[in-house]
Structure formats: C-alpha cells, structure tokens
C-alpha cells in the first residue's frame, strides 16, 4: 500500500507541469471558439446562419473629401452624403430580424460615430482587407466594392446584402429569402431600359429585322437583320415564305399520310396492338440522328395535323409582335411607377444595366429581363465565385474602376440573372436513372410511357408509339441483348404488357443507342443549376421613394410608407445640391425614421457617449495594445497560477511524508 501511494505521488510530480499545460491549452482553446464562433438562439427558425452585410460612407468626413477631391474634383457630394440611415436600419434589423446572427459594416475605413464596437454581433471590415490589389484603393464606386463583398473573413456561406438606405418595416423571416424546396425568393422590378429610342429588348433577337435596333448599342438587333433577304424585309413577306415552305413540305409527305386521324390510345395500362411498320429503317445508317429518324417517320403526321401545325406556326409568328409592344409598354409604365419619371439615357445606373444585360444576352440568349426590387439582397459565395470566374474580365474591369462607370456590371442583377440561367449537363446515364424508378436497371412499359408523355405533344398517338418500337427495335440489331447479365437487370412478367414486342431496354443499351440517347440529351440533359423562384407579389414586399428637393413631394411619400410599411423600404437619395429645403427635408426624414425605431438598438452608443476612433486604422492599434495587454496579464496570472500549485503540491508532499512516518 505505502509502495503504490510512494509511486503515485512521484508521478504525479512528474507530470504535474504537463498536465498543467493540457488545461492551459484546453482553456484557451475553449475561449478562442467562444469568441470566433458565437452560438446564439436563431428560434430554430434557419439550420445554418445567414449575416447581413451593409457598405456606407461618411460623405462629409474631411480625410474622405480630401482624398475623393484628388481624383474628381467636380463629385457629387449628395452620393456620398450621410443622413444616419444606417443607424435606423440596424435598429430596424434588431426589431424585425434578430435570427441574423452578425453584422458587417464595410466602408474606407470610417467608423460611425455612434457605433459600439465593443459589441461582438457587428464587425466594420475595410476595404484594405477585402480587395485583392491595393493599387486599385481609394475606390468610390459601390460596383467595384460589391465585386469583393464576399471576401469578408468568416462570413456566413449565404448573406443578406444591404444599402444603408434599406431598413425593415415589417417582420423578415428567412424563409423570405430561402427556402430548401424553391431555393432562392427572387423579387423583380421593371424591365431593362431599352438600348434605343423604341426599341425594347423584346425586339432583339426575335427573328425579324428591326432597322432602328440594328446598332451597336443594341447588339445589331440580335443578327435578325444579317439574316433577312432581299425579299423578306418585313413580318409578312417572312410568314409568307415559311408558308410556302411548309406548303413544300407537306407535298413531300402528302404521299405517305392518310387522312383520317388515328384515335389516341387512352389506355395507359396497355399499349395498342404493333402494326406493320409503313417505314423502315434498315437503310439508315448506324449513326442516324433522332431528327433524321423523324424525317423517315411518315405516320407521325397526318394531313389534318400538318395544316393545324402550320395555322399555329403563323399565329405565333403574328403574335410575337404584341408581347413586345406589350413589353415596351409595361417597362415604360413600371420605370415611371418606380421612379415618377423616365430614367435618363446617360444616367451611369441605367447604362451599366443596359451593359450588363448585353453581356448576359452573349451567354445566354436574347431576351427581356428584369431589374430586381430595392430589397435585400441574399447572395450565396460559392455562387457569386462561379458568377465572377464565368464573367472574369467584365468583374476585373470593373473592380479597377475608381469611380462608377457606364461598362460597370450591375453587381446584383448579374448574380441573380447568372443564379436564374446558369445551367448544367446531364448526362444520358443519370436521365435513365431519373426514368427507372423501380431501380430495375431497365425500363419497364410504365417507365417507357412516362418517357414518351414528357418527349411528345399529348394525346400519345399509335404512331408515337410505333416510331418509338421502330426506333428501340433498329438498336437491337446492333446491339447484341444476349450479352446482358439476367441476374443484374431482372425485369419482370408484369413489367412488360401483353402484346409489347420491346426487347429489355437497359442502361447500357440507350447509351449505345444514338438515335435515343441523342432525343434524350436534346430534351432532357439541360438543367438549371440553382434553384429559385420569382415572387409575383413583389409590391406587397417593397417600398421605393427618390427624396428630392420637392417638401412637398418628400412628406407625401414618406406619409404613403408610413401607411404601408413593407418588408423592404428604399428611400434613395437624390436631392439636387444648394437647395434651401435640403435642410428641412434632411429634419423631416429624420422625424420619419424616429417615428418607427425611437429605441437604439445594441449596436449603438449611448447617446451621451461619442464612438473614440475616428476610423478603423486607430481602432486596431488601439486592439493591438489591448491583445498585448491582455496576453501579459494572463501570462502572468499563469505563471502565478503555476507557483501556486506548485507550493501546495510541495505542502501536501510533506504533510503525507510526515503522516507517513507517523505510520
């Protein structure tokens, strides 16, 4: 007994001062994730947490005047001016969306006076840190500070972009912004300005020529007018040759079409009985494309069917005019509604828009696209990473403007129309897969008729149903089915139906077979990457108002808000300089913002007390100095802590050597 007490205790003294480190270690440890990863109660409303981040500038601070005059000494001071909207809006933040879990402020390193920085929720973040060339600071442009929002240090995957000039009116709830069954909320405004006098984007790229869209601004119409003829100038000369070429064509194939309609097999549990096909297909070559098959396949059309084609194709064509005019309307209407007044042609916004959608017409096509709403902005980093590598000399040139320019890209609606029609290739193997929902690895004849309901117009024909057997039968004979494993791909009796002639159609068999592999690439293989969903009731989410000059105009919109706050309210500034009411409006605003949110939230002073620093550089010396503080106080209370346990380590040994002895 006195033996193993003597050899506990030499090891104990042994390994004391490791053992002392292990939990010094482990402290810090457990402090240092504390700090840097903070849990607080999101009411179980989100899985994982979203930050909001907010860019603001101090206009009238006399270090940014100095350093903006250098470079423009004819700026507009009223974009730069500072009227504590982003004061209200945090407080704003508070009341209607406490799940946000932190706060970053990114501005040229100004610190707002009335921010408490002492708060572990909110974070100013300059743009020293975030840009990736220093050469291109001091920047002014918003653009070019959106192009690295995502580069914030641990910054949330998904965050909530706001302008200072945003606040809530109402409850914001993340499902607003997200959800795991629609992905992104997506709130849209007007159109895009036109590129030209009377000429929408609806014109471009319709396929007709429009004389007055065929300049550079407008992308040349879309190459409509470097395909016209000299005959086929205007909309009717065009439907009018395509008439004559339907009309050629249904002479081509008035010989082997009947008359009489084939009625339309309703049945879905049994297909009809197989006829003697009226075409073959052994004089096809191996590699014959699915349009090729559909040229040899006669019976799919019928003489009534071919001239209800035709009817249909000329109404669409004659309809494609009145959504555009429609179109152009609309745009016009919405931009007077959001603006009360007509956007300016030179007008830097309007252009950078204008820009921006040609180059999404490059990637993606042409056509008529919206603006998004004043709202709050929910974007996604790996999103946005995908978006600037796909556009990286447009997002690099505009990163290096100092100032907003014309061929800026308009940072949100790029993400959003980039999130909306980005898409990505399947592969035939995973659309297989999608259609084999028993895992048979083969295709039964319930399978094979859910692949034929989503590749041809309804009702399903025979003739559908032949072309298919045709098409399924003409692979067989290349591709030797007796090579198949039974033990792998078992189909069953009932999988197949009574008077069904198919051979089994595996996974293997529809790669090698081209005609159907290349049908199911054009109808099936483009997918949209994200998903999202455009919300049809944006005026019940947003609010909108332009602050002029005007007092009366002021106090009539801010009285409308006051009516019906929304989610999102946007009160941008665009009051003219010099004007003697600035003053009174500034007043008035500011009685607007109180009447709302009187009590400061935790992110602010109070107000007997004035923020310290002036801007970030003297907050981080002063950081500095207290970490060194800091780390000398604990170094000291540990070496403290050590003679400590040391002493009563030493007097218990003595105390138990001594009782020891006793014994």
């Known amino acids: ?78 974009r730069y001016d500072d009227k504590n909207e982003l004061r209200y809006s945090l407080r704003s933040l508070e009341k209607y969306a406490p799940w946000i879990r932190h706060v970053y402020i990114i501005t040229n390193g100004q610190i707002p006076y009335w921010l408490d920085l002492s708060n572990e929720r909110v974070t100013v973040v300059p743009h020293e840190l975030l840009t990736p060339y220093p050469s291109w600071l001091p920047t002014f442009s918003s653009s070019a500070i959106e192009t690295f929002l995502h ?35 997506v709130y849209q405004a007007w159109l895009v300005p036109d590129c030209a006098e009377d000429c929408p984007w609806t014109y471009i790229g319709d396929g007709s020529c429009d004389k007055h869209c065929n300049i550079a601004n407008c992308q040349y119409d879309g190459g409509d007018c470097s395909l016209e003829t000299n005959n086929s100038n205007n909309i009717n000369e065009h ?35 197989r006829k003697k096909s009226s075409f073959n297909f052994s004089n096809l070559p191996k590699n014959s494309s699915f349009r090729d098959l559909l040229h040899y396949h006669r019976n799919l059309t019928y003489a009534q069917d071919f001239k209800q084609m035709v009817e249909n194709y000329n109404k669409r064509q004659q309809e494609r005019i009145k959504p555009s005019v429609s179109a152009m309307k609309t745009s016009k209407a919405s931009m007077n509604q959001s603006h009360g007044k007509r956007i300016k042609p030179r007008d830097i916004f309007s252009q950078s828009l204008i820009y921006t959608n040609m180059l999404l017409n490059r990637c993606y096509g042409f056509k008529a696209r919206h603006v998004l709403a004043h709202v709050g902005f929910l974007l996604e980093r790996t999103i946005i990473e995908a978006m600037q590598e796909k556009f990286a000399p447009e997002i690099f040139n505009t990163a290096s403007h100092r100032f907003r320019s014309a061929n800026d890209i308009q940072f ?126 944006r005026s019940l989410n947003s609010n909108f108002m332009m602050l002029t000059s005007n007092i009366t105009q002021v106090a009539e919109a ?25 003053d009174l409006i500034r007043q008035l605003l500011e009685d607007f913002y109180l009447s709302f949110f009187p009590v400061r939230s935790q992110f602010e002073l109070p107000l007997q007390y004035r923020n310290r620093f002036e801007n970030w550089h003297d907050y981080q010396r002063w950081r500095r100095r207290k970490r060194a503080a800091l780390a000398l106080g604990y170094g000291v209370s540990a070496i403290l802590i050590t003679f400590v346990l040391r002493f009563i380590c030493i007097h218990k040994a003595k105390i138990v050597r001594r009782y020891v002895q006793k014994l």
């Open 151 to 185: 580069r914030i240090p641990n910054l949330s995957q998904r965050f909530l972009y706001l302008n200072d000039d945003v606040f809530l009116g109402d409850y914001l709830y993340p499902e607003d912004l997200y959800t795991d069954s629609e992905g992104v909320r």
């Open 1 to 78: 007994m006195f033996a193993s007490r003597k050899l506990c205790h030499r090891k104990l003294r042994k390994y004391k001062y490791r053992l002392l480190a292990i939990f010094i270690v482990l402290v810090i440890i457990f402090l240092a994730y504390q700090k840097f990863y903070p849990s607080h109660n999101l009411n179980g409303s989100i899985c994982e947490p979203i930050d909001v981040v907010y860019t603001w500038v101090n206009g009238t601070d006399p270090f940014f005047v100095n350093n903006i005059v250098k470079f423009d000494p004819n700026y507009d001071a009223t």
């Open 558 to 582: 801010l009285d409308k808000i006051r009516k019906v706050p929304r989610k999102f309210n946007c009160i941008n500034d665009n009051m003219e300089p010099g004007i003697d009411d600035n």
């Open 412 to 537: 949100a609606f790029a993400y959003y129309s980039f999130l909306m029609e980005e898409t990505r290739t399947t592969s035939v193997r995973e659309i297989f897969s999608e259609f084999d929902t028993d895992h048979s690895h083969s295709w039964s004849d319930r399978e094979i008729r859910t692949l034929l309901t989503r590749t041809f117009p309804l009702p399903l024909d025979v003739s559908t149903l032949h072309f298919f057997e045709e098409i399924i039968n003409n692979c067989s004979r290349y591709y030797d089915s007796k090579e198949i494993d039974q033990s792998i791909y078992t189909t069953l009796v009932y999988e197949r139906y009574m008077d069904s002639n198919l051979p089994r159609i595996t996974r293997d068999f529809v790669e090698k077979c081209l005609p159907l592999a290349q049908a199911l690439e054009e109808n099936f293989s483009s997918r949209f990457k994200y998903k999202f969903h455009i919300n049809s009731k």
């Open 239 to 273: 439907l009018v040759n395509r008439s004559k070429e339907h009309k050629d064509l249904f002479e081509l194939l008035k010989a082997n079409t009947t008359t009489a309609r084939v009625a339309a097999h309703s049945h879905i549990r049994k297909f009809p009985k």
